[in-house]
């Protein structure tokens, strides 16, 4: 088992639609998680970073995160076009500031 | 405020060569970490500095090394290059160290091995 899982997609959705990131996590002493966009030949840029249970938002983006079940999840609302791209989960598992990551989810908005 | 600033960008090496690839943080940041991304590994942590001291390392092997300078910035070395190093090697920058501290990366350095 990894330690952190992501669908690798594609996910494929309308454009203004609700698009939805999921990601499980093995270790239970996990601290922190953080939602990384990677576009096609670029670095991984961070969007969304969450620490407690619950929900953050920010903006069109919404972090969930339920340490219970191990599950971190990202909702991306009125998704367009320029939204598509590799998302990557990645949690510290408190160890330094160390991320381990999921393998990404590809999305794509369709216009 | 600059972003995380890598040189090179691009680098071509043999087989057996050596390779030093260098990193400085976001102004003020004092924690860098490093990460190779490859198509079949995804991104995968090597190591991470505080304080000019090396804090974490990732499961790689010891051709693999890195420093920490006064002023923050980091140099990671690979010597004796094998083929499956070529990779995008990059750089994160946090502010603070110890755990969960947001890290911002920056462009990277693709570096191919012949």
């Known amino acids: 088992q990894k330690e952190v899982e992501q669908n690798s997609g594609p996910l494929s959705v309308p454009e203004g639609a609700i698009a939805s990131l999921n990601c499980t996590y093995s270790?239970?002493?996990?601290?922190?998680f953080f939602w990384y966009r990677q576009y096609s030949g670029k670095s991984p840029e961070l969007i969304m970073f969450?620490?407690?249970?619950g929900d953050k938002e920010d903006g069109r983006f919404t972090a969930q995160l339920n340490k219970a079940s191990q599950y971190v999840s990202l909702l991306i609302r009125d998704s367009q076009p320029s939204d598509s791209a590799t998302y990557l989960c990645a949690v510290n598992k408190n160890a330094g500031n160390m991320l381990t990551f999921g393998g990404g989810t590809r999305l794509m908005v369709k216009p | 405020k600059a972003g995380v600033t890598q040189t090179p960008r691009y680098l071509i090496k043999t087989r057996g060569q050596q390779v030093t690839l260098s990193c400085s943080p976001i102004s003020g940041h004092r924690s860098v970490s490093w990460y190779q991304q490859t198509p079949g590994q995804g991104l995968q942590f090597l190591f991470e500095?505080?304080?000019?001291?090396?804090?974490n390392k990732g499961n790689f092997p010891g051709r693999f090394s890195g420093r920490q300078f006064s002023n923050s910035r980091s140099e990671m070395n690979v010597s004796t290059l094998e083929l499956g190093d070529s990779a995008l090697y990059l750089c994160?920058?946090?502010?603070?160290?110890?755990?969960?501290?947001?890290?911002?990366f920056g462009p990277g350095t693709r570096l191919t091995v012949t």
């Open positions: 994160a920058s946090s502010l603070r160290w110890p755990s969960g501290n947001e890290q911002y």
């Open positions: 500095y505080f304080s000019e001291t090396q804090r």
């Open positions: 969450i620490y407690s249970n």
């Open positions: 270790d239970r002493g996990s601290q922190s």
